[in-house]
């Protein structure tokens, strides 16, 4: 068995940890992090396979990735702490209503 | 792709500290400990893409993702007070089995499609990690970049200077907010 495959399995151990993460936890930045971690599983993807293809092109995936990770997160955490200000929680089930 | 002894060390021990802080993100008491855990995530993975010759985006990676992402969660954590029970924070009984039952089932299928893999066919480009050694990653990777994607490269920065508005439009609501 090769390289690829036990990166590509590592990767979608890195995914599944995230995936449950965001099943499970209930606070809002604690899933914000899985969704990060979710992220960066599939970079891995991409890094592994543009390795063993010898090709640039997933990389280029990744850089964009990167970028809409970054605004994401900005706006995101903006968000997150525009909630806390209007009703003092971060747990996502109390503010289930949408003009609650 | 062959991997000498020393790298399949290497690549086994930062899988294994990978694993061990996502599961810490997913497992900690405490939210800044699961900021932690992602810092640690983070750090090894970039430590992998450095491995897999891809330089620039490990620091990328470095830069990005273990400095500014962690920092501006830790200080939304800071803004917000980290200070809460955890169990508040986490799913029990029931339906935390079945999100689990799910994932799980989601890995195996990943699983059994990584091991149907035949072969290592597919399209092999001219970008091997000797080129990459001789050329610079850098220098590969900006080419490519500038030549070949510079459409989707010009999107990602309106699409960064539209989250710098965004961010600057949410803090400045929420003052005019306040005022009244």
């Known amino acids: ?100 | 792709m062959t991997a000498t002894p020393l790298e399949t060390v290497l690549f086994i021990a930062f899988g294994a500290v990978a694993i061990a802080g996502a599961l810490s993100v997913i497992l900690a008491r405490h939210a800044v400990y699961s900021a932690l855990g992602m810092l640690v995530n983070f750090v090894a993975l970039a430590a992998m893409y450095i491995m897999l010759s891809a330089e620039f985006l490990g620091i990328a990676q470095l830069i990005v993702y273990a400095g500014a992402i962690v920092v501006l969660f830790l200080f939304a954590l800071m803004l917000i007070g980290g200070r809460r029970p955890a169990e508040q924070g986490r799913l029990t009984g029931g339906l935390a089995a079945a999100g689990s039952a799910l994932v799980v089932v989601f890995l195996a299928e990943i699983a059994y499609l990584v091991m149907r893999l035949t072969g290592t066919a597919g399209a092999k480009g001219t970008v091997t990690p000797d080129v990459i050694a001789q050329l610079g990653h850098i220098q590969l990777l900006g080419a490519t970049l500038l030549l070949e994607y510079i459409l989707p490269f010009e999107l990602a920065s309106v699409l960064l200077l539209v989250g710098i508005v965004g961010a600057v439009m949410l803090a400045r609501a929420r003052r005019q907010s306040r005022q009244e």
């Open chain 1, 1 to 100: 068995m090769d390289a690829i495959r036990y990166l590509l399995i590592l990767s979608a151990v890195l995914f599944s940890i995230g995936a449950a993460g965001v099943l499970i936890r209930r606070n809002a930045l604690v899933i914000f992090m899985c969704i990060e971690i979710m992220l960066n599983a599939v970079n891995l993807t991409f890094i592994a396979l543009s390795r063993q293809l010898q090709s640039l092109d997933g990389q280029i995936f990744v850089f964009m990735v990167m970028a809409v990770a970054a605004a994401e997160v900005a706006i995101g955490l903006g968000i997150i702490v525009s909630i806390f200000r209007h009703k003092p929680t971060t747990d996502v089930d109390d503010v289930s209503l949408l003009k609650g």
